[in-house]
RNA sequence: GUGGGCGUAGCUCAGUUGGAUAGAGCACCAGAUUGUGGCUCUGGGGGCCGUGGGUUCAAGUCCCAUCAUCCACCCCA
């Protein structure tokens, strides 16, 4: 009981590392159908790109990053979040010469110190878009249904897709200076936080949590009403090309993601039975970051989901889609006596080539006892290996959810598992 | 970083105002069933009672510390 794992990471074991794949598949595809390529990109990156990329008063970057000195004396930091690192790829294999726009999607591992809780963990797992290149907003609107196919895929009914724009350079500057203006006088009643907030990012405190904050707040100037020409047409277009999607959401003027680099579209996908981590994925527009991290000029939206939150999800909302039960194999090959074991080894390896998952019992246990073994690895089918089978050339094959055994001559018993486990899809869907 | 809960078998938990070899269910192994799983019955293995200190004739039980874990806050995924 004192061995165990670094606090807030875990182990995925094999009764639900198949959910994983599961989910995995379905994000693949997801990606790929609206023409996403998935990057592989390392797990960590220089402090420094995150420090630009992320920026440098965010919380990620100010108390939550896994950095590190390593044997050459640079600063390393494992990835918080993946889009500085696409954004670090993109430009470093100066993939903007190509064609525009590029989509790409990513899946893997990210870090963040914080305390762990439910939903939470150091080490958790994303999924993300990114598609750069382009500032048309249809493209915004494709990225949220991307976002949105996947969680209806995964058999997710219940959420909300909250929407916002927080403007460019040009227009978000003279609203920040009227929200000043309106919250001065409110300034003393802030909490600690939104104290520091209001000189260095007073759009924050629009989604403080503190009630006394958000009192405040309620009667702040609405962001869509400073927003200049260019960004105001750029979110009807948005809107307009959701409602085309089919696609419903919630105009949240409160609605200012955490990391700085965000433009124009900001979204949010939230659960309501996640509890306190209802954020399941969110994301937005952000026309400056490239710029900012050494390419060209370049615009880029995209979003990340949280894997560990998405499935957790999946599992409240659609349980007999994702509960965990696995079977490791089909065929289970069992030997009346021991000195059979000869015969079970090749009749496994020719049901294994004919591509099915076959196994037998390593332990020299009695027949009943493999019997009970096969039974728990959740296999259909059991061969059964003895003396009369050998001596007159058939198998004995059990039906573990029949119940029922018959005598299959030895020539046709790969034929005859094949027909009894590529059945038709309402077969496999009536467990 | 702040606050709260909980640490007894692989898992879920009992354990009386401190008192004798620390229990149950599930799980695991074996047998009942001399060639066959799931049900039933019988038996078996398995506990530094998180760790360190203290109080006491005596600590799983009381006190302190520490670690782990869970939950919430901040923030996020």
């Not at 460019?168 to 600690?192: A, K, N, S, V």
């Not at 020719?350 to 020299?364: F, P, T, V």
Request: aromatic share 10%; with cysteine.
């Amino acid at each position: 009981m004192e061995i165990s794992g670094p606090r807030g990471t875990r182990d995925i074991l094999p009764e639900e590392s198949y959910l994983w794949q599961k989910m995995e598949n379905i994000l693949h595809q997801a990606a790929q159908q609206y023409g996403f390529s998935e990057v592989r990109l390392p797990v960590f990156e220089h402090t420094e790109l995150f420090e630009r990329g992320v920026g440098d008063t965010t919380d990620i970057v100010q108390k939550e990053m896994y950095t590190f000195t390593d044997r050459g004396e640079r600063s390393i930091t494992l990835r918080p979040e993946g889009t500085a690192p696409s954004v670090r790829s993109f430009i470093e294999h100066k993939i903007f010469t190509k064609a525009q726009p590029t989509k790409w999607y990513y899946m893997g591992p990210m870090f963040r110190y914080d305390r762990p809780q439910a939903g939470r963990f150091r080490q958790f797992h994303q999924f993300g878009i990114e598609a750069f290149g382009t500032s048309d907003p249809d493209i915004d609107a494709e990225v949220m249904a991307v976002m949105v196919r996947i969680v209806k895929t995964m058999g997710i009914s219940q959420f909300q897709l909250h929407l916002n724009s927080v403007g460019c350079p040009d227009c978000r500057p003279l609203y920040r200076e009227r929200l000043i203006q309106y919250l001065t006088p409110f300034e003393r009643d802030f909490c600690g936080d939104c104290k520091q907030r209001f000189h260095k990012n007073p759009l924050r405190i629009l989604d403080c949590k503190n009630p006394g904050c958000q009192e405040a707040v309620k009667g702040h100037p609405a962001l869509s009403d400073y927003l200049c020409d260019r960004c105001g047409q750029h979110f009807e277009q948005v809107k307009n090309t959701l409602a085309l999607y089919g696609i419903d959401y919630v105009l949240n003027p409160q609605l200012v993601r955490g990391l700085d680099y965000y433009t124009k579209t900001a979204f949010e996908l939230l659960l309501p039975d996640l509890g306190a981590q209802a954020a399941v994925g969110g994301g937005g527009r952000y026309d400056g970051l490239i710029e900012e991290c050494g390419g060209p000029p370049t615009p880029g939206i995209g979003f990340a989901i949280g894997l560990e939150r998405l499935l957790t999800a999946a599992q409240k909302q659609n349980p007999e889609a994702w509960q965990a039960s696995y079977s490791p194999v089909d065929v289970f090959v069992v030997t009346a006596e021991n000195e059979f074991a000869p015969d079970a080894c090749s009749l496994l390896e020719e049901i294994r080539g004919s591509g099915m998952k076959a196994d037998k019992d390593y332990l020299s246990r009695s027949l009943k006892a493999q019997m009970k073994f096969a039974g728990k690895t959740g296999a259909r089918l059991v061969i059964v290996i003895g003396e009369e089978e050998k001596k007159k050339g058939y198998f004995v094959l059990r039906d573990m959810k029949l119940h029922e055994q018959r005598q299959i001559p030895a020539d046709q018993i790969i034929d005859e598992i094949k027909s009894i486990l590529v059945k038709p899809e309402e077969e496999q869907y009536a467990e």
